[in-house]
């Protein structure tokens, strides 16, 4: 799905982006989370023009993302509804949109790639970790670049501390990489 969310000089945010479910209660929460996104976006788009469609990319699949994941979590809640399953309203909400389809449930092999990530308060595109948890990627965690790290860590065959990162930085980093089963 490919949604319109914005442009050289527009971009659409709050439930202009993402209207998923009024009973919920999340429009709050998906307003304040595509505001938060937007920043980054907007100070791309005005003062580094040339990496808009980035900028965009960016933008564009954290909406996807969200509505996605916000549409299996409306089915499982109307799931839950129990006394008029068939009633138009329910019926229809428990299988709204018919092109999400429910969460893979088997896991994914990490892969490494280049995707948009916030940088300096601008869009650019790192290396980071994708994971079925994270298929947006990870950049970095507690300031520590990943890839980075992690190309360290296979260098040196062990410890160290990341460079310009503190040595409880470069753990919390590690603790992830530990927690994805990326190191041993």
């Not at 998923?20 to 023009?49: E, M, Q, T």
Request: aromatic fraction near 10%.
């Amino acid at each position: 799905m490919t949604l319109p969310v914005g442009g050289q000089n527009f971009l659409v945010v709050g439930d202009g982006s993402l209207a998923l479910d009024p009973l919920s209660g999340n429009g709050i929460f998906y307003a304040i989370g595509s505001g938060l996104a937007a920043g980054p976006v907007i100070n791309s788009l005005i003062n580094r023009p040339q990496d808009g469609e980035l900028a965009l990319e960016f933008y564009r699949a954290r909406i996807e993302q969200v509505f996605t994941g916000g549409c299996r979590s409306a089915r499982e809640f109307y799931a839950a509804e129990q006394r008029w399953p068939d009633e138009p309203f329910w019926h229809v909400r428990r299988h709204w949109p018919p092109a999400v389809s429910p969460a893979d449930p088997l896991p994914k092999p990490v892969e490494f790639g280049k995707k948009p990530v916030v940088k300096n308060g601008f869009i650019a595109r790192e290396d980071v970790i994708v994971t079925a948890d994270y298929p947006r990627g990870v950049w970095q965690v507690d300031g520590v670049p990943l890839v980075r790290l992690l190309d360290m860590i296979r260098a040196d065959d062990g410890g160290g501390i990341f460079p310009g990162a503190t040595a409880a930085q470069t753990a919390t980093a590690r603790k992830w990489l530990l927690s994805q089963n990326i190191i041993d």
